[in-house]
């Protein structure tokens, strides 16, 4: 006997607590009926699920999720938030830019300019939520693999995505930038997409947080010398750092 939608809506929520995440293509069969019955569902409840890059996860309200985690705690919240004030500056309306994942480009999704259209290029949920939120921008999300811990997506599928489009304007953070050592991140999974990003762009940008400086994480993306600034909460610096 067919599920109703509120059974079906239902069992998705049940799966999703303990999984964290679910394809549009295993909700379907888990659910026994068309990928296009989970969609019309989903469309439904948005205040219970988002539908992400072909993915099906539970929604982050203000209250709770992965996000409030990473916020909550965050010592350097205020001067994430300075820097990338200073880096919105930088946008154009019209631009095509691509904002990295982490928990200081959330900041910048507040400040883009609201004057014109743009189009932003992004692979993470946090950053997806914020853009959602502004009527003037066009949001190009990255699909793939999800990677709850730090909310993004991975795989070939982005990095096709990547080679199809022109991108004006990459604004990427970081885990750690040393004179030496170069910029680095935490996670290996992010990196095949942020080179690929900085390798289509016609600027590039570094913002980060300065307790960031002189820092080395494990995974290496790119030297100083390829962005065209460092945006730190105090200054705008074209010189490695």
Excluded: W
């Amino acid at each position: 006997m067919a599920l109703k939608k509120s059974e079906r809506l239902a069992k998705l929520d049940e799966r999703l607590k303990s999984e964290g995440v679910l394809h549009l293509k295993q909700a379907a069969g888990l659910l026994g009926v068309s990928e296009m019955t989970i969609r019309r569902d989903l469309a439904s409840a948005p205040e219970t699920f988002h539908y992400l890059g072909g993915y099906i996860l539970p929604a982050q309200g203000e209250r709770g999720g992965l996000y409030r985690l990473d916020a909550e705690n965050d010592e350097h919240a205020d001067a994430k938030d300075a820097a990338c004030r200073r880096a919105a500056a930088l946008v154009r309306p019209g631009d095509t830019i691509f904002l990295d994942c982490g928990t200081t480009t959330p900041h910048l999704a507040a400040y883009l300019p609201g004057d014109g259209p743009l189009t932003v290029v992004c692979y993470a949920l946090n950053i997806a939520n914020r853009l959602a939120l502004r009527p003037n921008i066009r949001m190009i999300v990255l699909g793939g693999l999800f990677h709850p811990s730090a909310q993004t997506f991975s795989g070939d599928e982005a990095i096709r995505t990547i080679e199809h489009l022109r991108i004006n304007h990459a604004i990427l953070s970081a885990g750690g930038v040393h004179a030496t050592h170069g910029v680095t991140c935490s996670n290996f999974n992010e990196v095949p997409i942020k080179q690929a990003a900085m390798k289509r762009a016609l600027r590039r940008t570094l913002v980060v947080d300065e307790s960031k400086l002189g820092c080395v994480r494990p995974a290496f993306f790119a030297a100083v010398d390829q962005f065209d600034e460092i945006v730190t909460e105090t200054s705008v610096t074209l010189a490695p750092v």
